[in-house]
C-alpha cells in the first residue's frame, strides 16, 4: 500500500542544514497496522509526512497503492491525498464549528447533496460512537472525544491509508487504549491500512503488526512486533522494551544491595526470556517438579503480543547445583533466553 524507497529529508536554515529523515526504506502492506516509534527528534513525523507529500522528500520516492506521487501535478496530488487520512496529537479541529460541521468539512465541494452528507456525517459519527455529540463544540468535549471527532473527520472522504502522528500522547493510559481499540476496530472493519508513530512502546504492542524503530533520521531496526521484542539487535530498541519492562530492574536491586536479592549459598537468581512464539507450556512449574528445585519468582513481565507469550521472569532458584544446572539445561533447549545471576549478594 505505501513504499518509501530512498527517502531523504533535509532542512536548510540560516544557521545550518537538518538532515531530518535519511535513506528510509519501507514497505506497508494493505490492511495492516504498522507502528514507527524513536525518540523525540528521531524524523518521524517528518517521515510520515513524505508519505502525503505535507512535507517533499530532498530525495527519494514514494509509491501508494501502486502510483509513484512525487512527480504528480498539485492536483492530481489532491486527489491521492483523500486517500490518506490523518491524525495528529492535538486534534487540530475547528474550534468555532460543531461536531458535525468537523466532520462535515472534508465533503464539501464533491457535490454531494445536503442529505448525503447529513447521512454520510451521521455513519461516521456512529462509527466512532459519538452520535449523541453532534452538536457540540469541541471545546465541550474531552481528549478522547475530540480524537474520536478528528478520525470520523480524517475518514470522510473514505480514505484507505491512516497515518497518526502521536494520536494518543496527549491521551491518558485509558482513553489511549479506547482510541487504540477503535483504531484496531476500523483497521478490521474497513480494511484501513494504518501507520502509527509513537515514542511508547505500550501503544506498539497494543496494536501493530509490525514496527519500525527509527533513531537520528534512519530506520535502525524493522520487523514484526513479536520478533523485535524479543530478539531487539539495537540499543535504542532494547531502550524502549525497557520502558514497558520491568526485567531489568532486577540489576537495579543488586546494585542497592536489597534484601530481595539476597542469596543462601546454592542460590542462583536467573532471569528468562521468551523467544519464541511457541513458549505456551508450563515451564516454571515443570523444571520445579522434574528437577526438584525451587522457584520464587521475584518479577514477571510476561503479556500476550501477536497471541504469543512475550517477556520473561527473574526467579530466584534453589537446590541441588547439579539440578539447577540441569533445569537451565532444559529451558535452554526450549529456546528459552537464561542469564544466571550469581553475583547477588552471599549473607
Ligand atoms: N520545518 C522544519 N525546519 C527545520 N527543521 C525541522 C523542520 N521540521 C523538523 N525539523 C527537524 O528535523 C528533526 C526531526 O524532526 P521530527 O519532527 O520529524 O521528529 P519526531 O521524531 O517527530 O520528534 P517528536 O517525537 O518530538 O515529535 C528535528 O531535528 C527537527 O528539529
Ligand atoms: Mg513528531
Excluded: W
Excluded at 479541529?93 to 465541494?109: D, E, F, W
Excluded at 491518558?172 to 501507520?195: A, F, H, R
Excluded at 523485535?228 to 537495579?252: M, W
Aim: proline share 3%.
Amino acid at each position: 500500500m505505501i513504499r518509501l524507497q530512498n527517502i531523504s529529508k533535509s532542512f536548510t536554515t540560516e544557521e545550518s542544514v537538518i538532515h531530518a529523515v535519511k535513506g528510509v526504506n519501507l514497505e506497508i502492506n494493505k490492511g495492516e497496522v504498522f507502528g514507527i516509534i524513536g525518540f523525540s527528534g528521531a524524523g518521524k513525523s517528518t517521515l510520515v509526512r513524505c508519505i502525503n507529500l505535507l512535507e517533499r522528500p530532498t530525495e527519494g520516492s514514494v509509491t501508494i497503492d501502486g502510483m509513484e506521487i512525487t512527480t504528480l501535478s498539485e492536483k492530481e496530488l489532491r486527489t491521492v491525498r483523500k486517500k490518506i487520512g490523518m491524525i495528529f496529537q492535538h486534534f487540530n479541529l475547528m474550534k468555532s464549528r460543531t461536531v458535525y460541521q468537523n466532520v462535515a468539512y472534508p465533503l464539501k465541494g464533491r457535490g454531494l447533496t445536503k442529505t448525503q452528507i447529513q447521512n454520510k456525517v451521521k455513519s461516521l459519527l456512529k462509527l466512532v460512537n459519538l452520535s449523541d455529540k453532534e452538536t457540540a463544540y469541541p471545546s465541550q468535549l474531552s481528549g478522547g472525544q475530540k480524537q474520536r471527532v478528528a478520525i470520523a473527520r480524517a475518514l470522510a472522504n473514505e480514505p484507505k491509508v491512516l497515518l497518526c502522528d502521536e494520536a494518543t500522547s496527549a491521551l491518558d493510559p485509558q482513553t489511549t487504549l479506547s482510541i487504540l481499540k477503535l483504531l484496531k476496530e476500523l483497521n478490521e472493519k474497513l480494511g484501513l491500512t494504518i501507520v502509527i508513530i509513537t515514542h511508547e512502546m505500550s501503544v506498539i504492542k497494543e496494536v501493530c503488526n509490525r514496527v519500525a524503530v527509527m533513531d537520528k533520521g534512519s530506520v535502525i531496526e524493522q520487523g514484526d512486533v513479536f520478533s523485535v521484542f524479543s530478539s531487539p539487535k539495537e540499543a535504542v530498541t532494547q531502550e524502549f522494551i525497557d520502558t514497558t519492562s520491568t526485567l531489568s530492574k532486577i540489576y537495579d536491586l543488586i546494585k542497592a544491595n536489597s534484601v530481595i536479592v539476597k542469596l543462601k549459598p546454592g542460590e542462583k537468581i536467573i532471569k528468562l526470556k521468551y523467544l519464541e512464539k511457541s513458549t505456551s507450556e508450563p515451564l516454571v512449574s515443570f523444571i520445579s517438579r522434574q528437577f526438584n528445585i525451587d522457584l520464587n519468582i521475584i518479577f514477571g513481565n510476561i503479556e500476550i503480543i501477536q497471541e504469543a507469550p512475550l517477556g520473561g521472569l527473574v526467579a530466584l532458584v534453589s537446590g541441588k547445583e547439579d539440578d539447577i544446572k540441569a533445569a537451565i539445561q532444559y529451558l535452554l533447549n526450549k529456546n528459552v533466553e537464561v542469564e544466571v545471576i550469581n553475583d547477588g549478594i552471599y549473607q
